[in-house]
């Protein structure tokens, strides 16, 4: 399966499927590695494990539009089959991504539905939650909105603070990722939804 990462940041869970194919348990292709950030971790990390990479800077373009479409058309030529993103800050505009649905997943920190967009960390603290966890789900025009996929769940300890909330529940994130995108590798998984596109990009 050909794969493209999209990440904003340190890239810990790039890292991870790296190290899950690695030891040969993840039988994928990184074709590339994109961000909106010219400096994030994520970039060193492909490029370190000989993954081309590339980055589009917000300022670069008039439109999220305009940015979305040009993200779409590297990816597209690329080769990728799927779209994993992994800590990609940036709200994609709903029909630039319609080609997409069913081939790109998300991974975000926290129960979805419960904590939609940013800070799911605290919200959970400050709710008072006796549990948390990650998901990761199909990417549709909906913000943290599309079916979930899988979910790993932690509890939430007494003096639990934000930084350690979130530095626990990393290393589930870590294994849960490169699980459901094993299952897409294996071709074990499949969106039943309207508007689905097959990973050979057919329907
Ligand atoms: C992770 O917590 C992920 O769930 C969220 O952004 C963070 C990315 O971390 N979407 P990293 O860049 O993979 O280390």
Redesign the pocket.
């Known amino acids: 399966l050909r794969v493209a990462v999209l990440?904003?940041?340190?890239?810990?869970?790039?890292q991870a499927l790296i190290v899950a194919r690695d030891a040969g348990a993840l039988p994928v292709d990184f074709v590339v590695v994109g961000s909106d950030k010219a400096n994030a971790?994520?970039l060193q990390l492909a490029k370190d494990a000989g993954i081309p990479t590339f980055t589009l800077s917000a300022k670069d373009f008039a439109s999220r539009r305009d940015f979305d479409l040009e993200l779409f058309r590297r990816l597209d030529a690329s080769g990728a089959q799927v779209l994993v993103?992994?800590?990609f800050?940036r709200i994609i505009d709903g029909e630039a991504l319609s080609p997409w649905v069913g081939r790109m997943i998300?991974?975000?920190?926290s129960l979805l539905p419960k904590y939609r967009g940013l800070h799911t960390h605290r919200r959970a603290l400050e709710a008072g939650d006796t549990e948390h966890g990650?998901s990761v789900h199909y990417v549709t025009a909906e913000l943290d909105g599309g079916p979930v996929i899988a979910q790993a769940r932690i509890g939430i300890q007494p003096g639990d603070d934000e930084a350690q909330l979130?530095h626990r529940?990393?290393t589930f994130?870590h294994q849960l990722l490169p699980a459901v995108l094993t299952l897409m590798a294996e071709q074990r998984l499949d969106l039943i939804a309207p508007n689905r596109v097959a990973l050979d990009g057919k329907l």
């Open positions: 990440a904003s940041g340190r890239g810990s869970n790039l971790g994520a993103l992994a800590g800050m998300n991974i975000h920190p990650a979130a529940l990393l994130e």
